[in-house]
């Protein structure tokens, strides 16, 4: 098994930054692909950013991709979301996931393992 916690969520104002931070424990070897995704009240679940524990290959949302940036500590075990330009609408609950696949997948079934999720409010 593997466990994750994110961690670093919080209030915020328009135009404001964030960093969220996945601490990775267990058979963290069983995973090759770190993502974050989000969830707001009434909707579904989305992808926001992925990347690889192996390389520096990422991948972020349309919707993210200039604002956000996601990176890793491979020493700490530890993914980060660096999040910046913060609007309104990115609101939502912020789940860290690990996927066995070295493909850098956006699908939530594809991600077997999940951390809580943390609170991002971000306040007009």
């Known amino acids: 098994q593997v466990q994750l916690v994110e961690s670093g969520g919080g209030l915020v104002q328009a135009g404001g930054s964030l960093r969220l931070s996945c601490a990775a424990s267990?058979?963290?070897?069983?995973?090759?692909?770190m993502g974050w995704f989000r969830q707001a009240p009434g909707k579904e679940r989305e992808f926001v950013a992925a990347?690889?524990?192996?390389?520096?290959?990422?991948y972020h949302a349309d919707s993210v991709k200039g604002r956000f940036t996601i990176s890793r500590d491979n020493a700490k075990k530890t993914v980060y979301l660096q999040m910046s330009s913060l609007k309104p609408e990115d609101t939502a609950i912020y789940y860290c996931?690990?996927?066995?696949?070295?493909?850098?997948?956006?699908?939530?079934?594809?991600?077997?393992?999940w951390g809580p999720g943390t609170q991002v409010t971000v306040s007009s």
């Open positions: 990347i690889r524990w192996s390389n520096d290959m990422t």
């Open positions: 996931a690990g996927a066995p696949t070295i493909v850098l997948v956006s699908r939530t079934n594809k991600y077997d393992y």
């Open positions: 267990g058979r963290t070897f069983s995973v090759n692909t």
